[in-house]
């Protein structure tokens, strides 16, 4: 067996992640064995369907990498995360633990993850590598198009061993660090306190303020942005956020949330997203002045912020601009397994990302067995994806369930529900069968990569493959997608497919377009309101039971309700 490299994050949203010779072979997130979305602790069952997916054993495992130098291991269910939360909520965080934390003294957690990973028989040596190293290499590595093409490499999170945003240029594999912001100036805990303190879940609901934002009042959510800015924006380099008090972002949360008592909620959100918006995008520039770089990737949870996202790609001094699929701390196993793969070997062998299907196939024999027994009809057509495609162009929804299974945040076609984007009522129909989403949160679509100018203006010709930023809406179009684009803004969050991909959701699209000359469908997860994205036929199976779908692809079978 080759040496064999695991790549491991305990935090929040915990993954794990396994390859060999600078080869991904699977990924998979804690939360996708245990139910429990956006879990937070140890990997224990990511570690063993590692193992497991590639036949190995712990004795295998010729090396062990690990996402971040400091920060919790502990098991940390969802309920007592928010208990913590309501502690603290009037005064976040402690000076003294912010100051603990910021000077990166050693908390424990290097001994008891090795501690875990020897009871568990593992004996190969762990790497801690650097929280905001291990975001940008997974940036770096995973989606570099050239090993010799340099790139300006941006992170920006909450907080990770002591800091909340790195520069820095990656050139041949080596890495130039060019500035770094320290965790008292987060704009990612900013968005966290906002967040919570209008009844959602940080780590979880951060996209519903984004989703609300387009509904603003512009004059009043400028209000708003104007209050954000009083209190932090960037030094006189420009390339690092500076807070205007002594205390805290976090500390200073409070004095915030007294500010914004009395707004309007779409407003707050409005003004936040602006705000993260007009931040982000004067750093990014000035990065670019200083390194005269116009290649662009990046990796931190603030970058899933897609319609940031957007404004960073469009600015004229960026010529590529690319975030990590799932960039929150999900990626932090992939990018501390990219760090170690690149020491060991050299860095030109590290594959860059062709797509996120990292996770458990659905085989025959697993969707036989799920399917025996349960009582529904269905058949095995001699096309699948010809069959799926005929109930599309049928005006039906249809769950798709074959396929490996996607890493991340995003389904991409393999744990998904399809759908004809041209009904535009379908969001309310899609909310009341299964989603449950707020009312204001917009779907969004699948296409073909030959044919996406026909939906989205795209002047940079940017690939969208892991749907990871927002597109305006081609002029005329919005009507061929209109149930997969925001209703106030007519944006969308696209996934380009390319016409000769192998897989499953390109065979679907494809099929489809024959019979509607339409090359787009709304795509969303698989999965129950609160619970993570199906991963195999059974849960796909208990998503299919509890809901309103009448049609699911199950790997060969097609099932119905009668």
């Known amino acids: ?28 997130q804690e939360e996708r064995l245990t139910g429990e979305k956006g879990y937070m602790g140890f990997p224990y069952q990511a570690v063993a369907a590692c193992l497991q997916h590639i036949g190995a054993k712990p004795g295998h495992v010729t090396a062990i990498a690990y996402g971040s130098r400091f ?57 801690f590598h650097d929280h905001h190293i291990a975001h940008g290499a997974a940036a770096y590595y995973g989606l570099r198009t050239n090993p010799t093409t340099p790139y300006l490499v941006l992170t920006c999170d909450g907080f990770g061993d002591g800091a909340c945003a790195t520069v820095a240029t990656w050139v041949q594999g080596q890495r130039a660090e060019i500035a770094r912001t320290g965790l008292r100036d987060s704009v990612g805990l900013l968005y966290f306190w906002t967040t919570y303190g209008h009844g959602f879940t940080p780590h979880e609901d951060e996209h519903k303020l984004m989703g609300m934002a387009p509904y603003a009042s512009s004059h009043r959510a400028a209000e708003i942005t104007a209050i954000f800015r009083r209190y932090l924006w960037l030094d006189d380099t420009g390339l690092r956020f500076r807070r205007s008090t002594t205390p805290s972002v976090e500390q200073v949360w409070p004095r915030i949330e007294t500010e914004l008592r009395g707004r309007r909620f779409d407003d707050v959100f409005g003004g936040l997203q602006r705000f993260t918006e007009h931040l982000l995008t004067e750093w990014v520039s000035a990065a670019v002045a200083r390194t005269g770089i116009r290649r662009l990737v990046a990796g931190g949870g603030v970058f899933m912020n897609v319609k940031a996202n957007q404004r960073i790609a469009a600015l004229p001094d960026v010529d590529e601009f690319a975030a990590f699929p799932s960039c929150g701390d999900e990626s932090l196993a992939l990018g501390a397994y990219y760090l170690t793969a690149a020491d060991q070997h050299d860095h030109t062998t590290v594959a860059p ?210």
Not at 1 to 13: E, F, T, V
Not at 454 to 473: C, E, G, I, R
């Open 1 to 28: 067996m080759p040496d064999l490299i695991l790549g491991l994050h305990g935090g929040a949203n915990s993954s794990a992640a396994i390859g060999a010779a600078g080869h991904l072979l699977y990924c998979v």
């Open 353 to 562: 990302l062709t797509d996120c299907y990292l996770g458990d196939d659905i085989t025959d024999e697993e969707a036989a067995l799920a399917l025996s027994g349960s009582g529904y009809e269905y058949t095995r057509p001699p096309d699948i994806h010809e069959a799926v495609a005929d109930l599309l162009a049928a005006g039906q929804i249809v769950a798709r369930c074959a396929g490996r299974m996607e890493y991340g945040a995003r389904a991409l076609g393999n744990r998904s529900i399809l759908a004809d984007p041209r009904d535009a009522d379908l969001p309310r129909v899609l909310n009341q069968l299964i989603k449950r989403r707020d009312f204001w949160l917009p779907f969004a679509p699948v296409m073909l990569t030959s044919r996406h100018a026909d939906y989205v203006h795209n002047p940079k010709q940017l690939t969208s493959p892991f749907m990871m930023q927002a597109f305006d809406t081609a002029p005329g179009a919005a009507a061929d997608l209109i149930a997969a684009v925001h209703p106030a803004d007519l944006t969308c969050r696209p996934q380009f497919v390319p016409d000769d991909a192998d897989s499953g959701i390109r065979r679907v699209l494809t099929a489809y377009a024959q019979r509607t000359g339409q090359a787009v469908l709304l795509n969303t997860s698989l999965n129950l309101h609160g619970k993570p994205i199906a991963r195999t036929a059974a849960d796909a199976l208990d998503v299919f039971t509890q809901s309103g779908l009448r049609h699911m692809q199950l790997g060969p079978y097609l099932v119905h309700k009668v």
């Open 71 to 127: 920060g919790p291991v502990d098991h940390c269910p969802r309920d007592e995360f928010l208990r913590r939360l309501r502690q603290v909520h009037r005064r976040p965080g402690t000076a003294h633990a912010e100051a603990h934390m910021a000077e990166q003294r050693c908390d424990g957690m290097q001994q008891k993850v090795s501690g875990i990973l020897t009871e568990l028989g593992f004996t190969a040596p762990v790497t």
